[in-house]
């Protein structure tokens, strides 16, 4: 029989590692490579397990963050790119982890769809640079429309990249989620 304590401690443990963030889709079986060397661009990973990148401002991230900087020359101030070179993100930390997400919310405040209480999870293979004009041409300053907590800008939240394969397991709204994030082994 196990003790109240001991409940009491496994409880506390779970919720010591659980983390919260926000989760957009991307279609890795288009995008022909990923910043984690070795790793294949596919949503799928093998094992009912799915492809993500995490952002390089998350909490979670470990290792230096991608090199490069913000420069807005490089946009054409409608939320594109000019120059839409991405910097090496070599020393990406969290490569080949895995982590269950499940969903915790529309994050754009759709009232219509749901979560569906499934977990997924997902292998980090990429990574979602902040200095990437892709991500920071989004944002208002540079013209954009995207919200720095959905295009991998906003300092302080998880943010995860995920198979777009993904979507329709974690819920049934249409664009982007709040998240409840927790490591586990592949
Ligand atoms: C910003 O980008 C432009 C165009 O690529 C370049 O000419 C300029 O040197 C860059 N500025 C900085 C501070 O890196
Ligand atoms: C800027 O880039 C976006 C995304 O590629 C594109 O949809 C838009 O038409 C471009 N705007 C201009 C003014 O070139």
Do not use: R
């Not at 909490?59 to 420069?71: E, F, H, R």
């Amino acid at each position: 029989m196990i003790s109240l304590a001991a409940v009491t401690l496994l409880a506390a443990a779970a919720v010591a590692n659980a983390a919260t963030g926000v989760a957009t889709f991307n279609n890795y079986d288009a995008q022909g490579g990923v910043a984690c060397s070795g790793f294949s661009s596919t949503n799928s990973q093998g094992n009912g397990i799915y492809a993500a990148a995490l952002g390089d401002l998350s909490p979670l991230w470990t290792g230096p963050a991608c090199a490069g900087s913000v420069n807005g020359s490089n946009c054409n101030g409608s939320g594109g790119c000019i120059d839409c070179t991405g910097p090496s993100c070599s020393g990406e930390g969290q490569c080949g982890n895995c982590f269950q997400i499940s969903c915790a919310g529309s994050l754009d405040g759709e009232t219509s769809g749901a979560c569906t209480g499934n977990t997924i999870v997902v292998k980090v293979i990429d990574a979602c640079p902040a200095t990437h004009p892709e991500n920071y041409c989004k944002l208002s300053q540079f013209g954009g429309n995207v919200p720095s907590n959905q295009c991998c800008e906003a300092a302080g939240v998880n943010a995860f990249d995920i198979a777009t394969t993904a979507q329709s397991v974690l819920s049934t709204y249409q664009y982007n989620l709040n998240i409840n994030i927790e490591p586990v082994s592949c």
